[in-house]
Each structure stands twice: as structure tokens, then as C-alpha cells.
């Protein structure tokens, strides 16, 4: 039997930033998608919200640490099984060398526009939530900047066949 894991987005800091909260809802849902592919028959996700194990996306001021990282654009937090993953504001400050954040959504922008890809940074921040810890931060490290967990993710559309494999064997070597 898998586990269950819901999800559910929290539209208003979406709204705000000017972003259409569908789009941001189906790069998301894209995002569990890749995820429920790689752990599959261990982990399934369910859209809604409940009180235990519940992952809710946001976009939200102030809650970005960029103290652990200025380049940081998006992070999870573990609420004991409930997690929220914050996205900085779309045309917030980001650091000095990008001054505004510009968040990427669909094919096209993620393809030709230059940011960040929500479903790129989905992929990565949901890979927190089950531990997955940056390879290149690792002893010995690894780098693999096509890694959907590197510390500066790739802006991936899908974790990749090559990844699937290994993310899903460690998965069950950390929760057997
Ligand atoms: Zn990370």
C-alpha cells in the first residue's frame, strides 16, 4: 500500500504577483506528476487539503531564508508532515545581480524566456520534502548541475529517466 500525500495550492501570493493562478496550478500539478511517476506504487498524491501530510505551494514575502543562500528563489519547510513550499514573489528583489525575480510558467517562457521555472523549482522543492538533499552539498559532493536536486536547479520539465531510477532506489533504501 502507498502512502498518500496531498497537495494543494495556495492561490492568493499567486494572484497578488500577477500570475494566473491555473497556469501556476498545472506547472505544479506537473511537477507532483513527475514525482508520482518516480514513486510510483510507494508514494501517491492526492490535490486537496488535509490536515496530516499535506504539501501547500505559496508565494509568499518573508519567508525566504536568503541568509543560507542569496541566490535562493524557492524553499520547503517541514511542519511536522505538512509541508509548505514558498516561492519568492514574482518581480521581488532578488539579489544584487538580479535585481527582480521573474518566475517562468509553460513550455514556451521556460523554453525561450529567462527566470525561473515554477515547475522546475516544484520538482526540486518537492524533492525536499522526501529528503532529498543537494548532491553537490554532499560528502564527498557531487556535481551534476542537470540534477533536479542540485543546489541551483536545472530548469528541468521532468525529472529525467536517469534520475528516476536512482532517486526512486534511494527513496526506498530511506523508508523501507
Ligand atoms: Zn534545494
Redesign the pocket.
Known sequence: MSDVVNWIVVEPGFTKAGLNPFRVRSEIAKGINEWAKTLKGLVEFREGYTQRGCIAFQMSYGVINANADPDRVAQCDDFKNNWVITFLPHGAPANKVRPKQKWLLGWWQDTFGSGDSILAATI??VG?VFDFK?PDEQDPPVFDPQHP?H?Q?PDCRNIGRRYRQSLREEFIRRYP
Request: cysteine-free; hydrophobic content about 30%; glycine content about 0%.
Open positions: 526540486h522543492e525536499h543537494h536536486m543546489s536547479f
